[in-house]
């Protein structure tokens, strides 16, 4: 499986279907597993679970660097 792969089309996921990120902000494991259509071993599982979190915060925070950057004119 490739973990990079499942996380972005998870991360692709929660941002288009608001009610797909509720069930992953209540139950992240059982929300991937049911986007993955798979079972999923529990060590890769808390790699996905993980790198889907990272992902997230991450994409929030370049948005935050962005709106700056716009608002100071760079």
């Known amino acids: 499986m490739d973990i990079k792969a499942k996380i972005e ?3 692709k996921k929660i941002k288009d279907d ?3 990120m ?3 902000q209540d139950n992240p494991e059982k929300a991937i597993e049911s986007a993955a259509g ?3 071993p529990d060590g890769m599982l808390d ?3 993980n790198g ?3 992902k997230l915060t991450a994409d929030k925070v370049g948005g935050a660097v ?3 950057k716009k608002m ?3």
């Open 9 to 11: 089309e998870i991360v």
């Open 18 to 20: 608001p009610g797909f």
């Open 22 to 24: 509720k069930t992953f």
């Open 38 to 40: 798979i079972d999923i």
């Open 47 to 49: 790699q996905v679970v």
């Open 52 to 54: 889907v979190k990272a």
């Open 66 to 68: 962005d709106s700056l």
């Open 72 to 74: 100071f004119g760079q």
